[in-house]
Nanobody
Framework: QVQLVESGGGLVQPGGSLRLSCVAS????????MGWYRQAPGKERELVAT???????NYADSVKGRFTVSRDNDKNTVYLQMNSLKLEDTAVYYC??????????????WGQGTQVTVSS
């Protein structure tokens, strides 16, 4: 079972930056896709960014050009660099790992979340 621990959240002013980290309990090269999701008050959890084993990435339209997802395989860690933060980026951010355990089945693991608050 994969365990994920997020860190790096905090309070930042609009236009500021934060870098989130997610440390996995096992080598992330064995995890098909790592991702970041967020949930704002009163809203559904939504996809922010993903990174696959071959380094391919995708982003929500709302964060393109501002956020960058990356990985360090030696540290079993994925990162989310967040720049030009906006008030609407305020949310709890969750790390996700998706493992394909069979051609017909996938399994998702989630961290506990880290709070990001953007406020003036």
């Amino acid at each position: 079972q994969v365990q994920l621990v997020e860190s790096g959240g905090g309070l930042v002013q609009p236009g500021g930056s934060l870098r989130l980290s997610c440390v996995a309990s096992e080598s992330i090269v064995s995890i098909d896709v790592m991702g970041w999701y967020r949930q704002a008050p009163g809203k559904e959890r939504e996809l922010v960014a993903t990174i696959s084993g071959d380094g391919g990435t995708n982003y929500a339209d709302s964060v393109k050009g501002r956020f960058t997802v990356s990985r360090d395989n030696d540290k079993n860690t994925v990162y989310l660099q967040m720049n030009s933060l906006k008030l609407e980026d305020t949310a709890v951010y969750y790390c996700n790992a998706m493992l394909r355990i069979a051609v017909w089945s996938v399994r998702n693991y989630w961290g506990q979340g880290t709070q990001v608050t953007v406020s003036s």
